[in-house]
C-alpha cells in the first residue's frame, strides 16, 4: 500500500510525499514541529503541533480547508495529512 503524506504550512506552501510504508514518529515530529496531535477531520487523518497554540504558531487557514476541520478554533502550524 501506498501513502500520499501531505504537509501543509500556515503560509500555503505544501509537500507531498509518496512513501511505502506509513511514515514513523519521527517523520511526523518533524514534519509539524514537535510532538503530535492527531486532529478530527472529516475525510483525512490529520496531526498538527500539540503545543502549537502555546507557541503562538500562526493559524493554518489552507489545511483546515483542505481536512474539512469540524473545530470551532483554528488549527495552528503545520498540518500533515495521510492518505
Known sequence: MKYRV????????ER???MAHRP???????????????VPA???E???NE????KGLAPNLRG????EWPGD???????LIIE
Open 42 to 44: 472529516v475525510k483525512k
Open 64 to 67: 483546515m480547508q483542505v481536512i
Open 51 to 54: 503545543e502549537g497554540r502555546m
Open 6 to 13: 501531505t504537509t501543509i504550512n500556515p503560509d500555503g506552501t
Open 24 to 38: 514513523d514518529l519521527k517523520y511526523m515530529q518533524e514534519a509539524v514541529g514537535g510532538y503530535i496531535e492527531k
Open 46 to 48: 490529520a496531526y498538527v
Open 16 to 18: 507531498i510525499d509518496l
Open 73 to 79: 478554533y483554528p488549527l495552528v502550524g503545520s498540518i
